[in-house]
């Protein structure tokens, strides 16, 4: 079983949608989470991280369940600018193991 | 701030040859990261080193991969001889002791 596993995609909406997606990990000691974007043919941006109490950034919102190993993203009202892949982020554990553990992506497309 | 800067951008060698990747971190970040990225396997996490110290080479594929970090604004990733099956999107990543990572703009790597 891979350690973060996502969505396989790819998610084809139309501008204006709301869009789920859906990460689980497989280290129940993990201790961060992020959500990264990767625009094609570009490096990895970090979009948020992902907080137990839930956390909202404009039309951006990310939850996490520790108990079912479990994270998501919610894209409300779309944009096309919004079309990347997302990538799923785990950092294992603790102290200076800091290294990021990422899933394997889903992709994004917003349709005009 | 620069940002991670990686070079050469696009290489394109021929099977047998020595490749070495460049990566110059964020001034003041004291962790690196070498990341692999392919369609099939997706982001890999080769090699890291804080404070210029390798402490986990675990995802090196083979000895073939070498990585040097001579100073804290330097690194290295050798391949010796490279592969056709080397060929993929090369990430250097770097971040502070108190997170947040910044990748370089990758070195996309043929091997003919």
């Known amino acids: 079983r891979k350690e973060v596993e996502q969505d396989p995609g790819p998610f084809n909406v139309p501008e204006g949608a709301t869009v789920a997606f859906n990460c689980t990990y497989s280290?129940?000691?993990?201790?961060?989470f992020f959500w990264y974007r990767q625009d094609c043919r570009k490096e990895p941006k970090l979009l948020m991280s992902?907080?137990?109490s839930g956390n909202e950034d404009g039309r951006f919102t990310a939850q996490l369940n520790r108990a079912s190993q479990y994270i998501s993203l919610l894209i409300r009202d779309s944009k096309l600018s919004d079309s990347a892949t997302y990538l799923c982020?785990?950092?294992?554990?603790?102290?200076?193991?800091?290294?990021?553990?990422f899933g394997s992506g889903t992709q994004l497309t917003v349709l005009p | 701030d620069a940002g991670v800067i990686q070079s050469p951008r696009h290489e394109v060698t021929e099977m047998g040859q020595e490749v070495t990747l460049r990566c110059k971190p964020i001034?003041?970040?004291?962790?690196l990261f070498w990341y692999r990225q392919t369609m099939m396997r997706g982001l890999e996490l080769l090699i890291y080193?804080?404070?210029?110290?390798?402490?986990?080479d675990s995802g090196m594929p083979e000895d073939r991969f070498s990585a040097k970090m001579p100073n804290a604004s330097f690194s290295t990733l050798k391949i010796q001889p490279s592969e056709p099956r080397d060929s993929a999107v090369y990430f250097c990543a770097s971040s502070p002791w108190t997170g947040g990572y910044t990748f370089g703009s990758g070195t996309r790597l043929t091997v003919v």
């Open positions: 280290n129940s000691a993990s201790q961060s």
């Open positions: 080193f804080n404070n210029n110290v390798p402490i986990d």
């Open positions: 001034s003041g970040h004291n962790s």
């Open positions: 982020v785990v950092i294992p554990s603790s102290g200076s193991a800091r290294q990021l553990t």
């Open positions: 992902v907080y137990s």
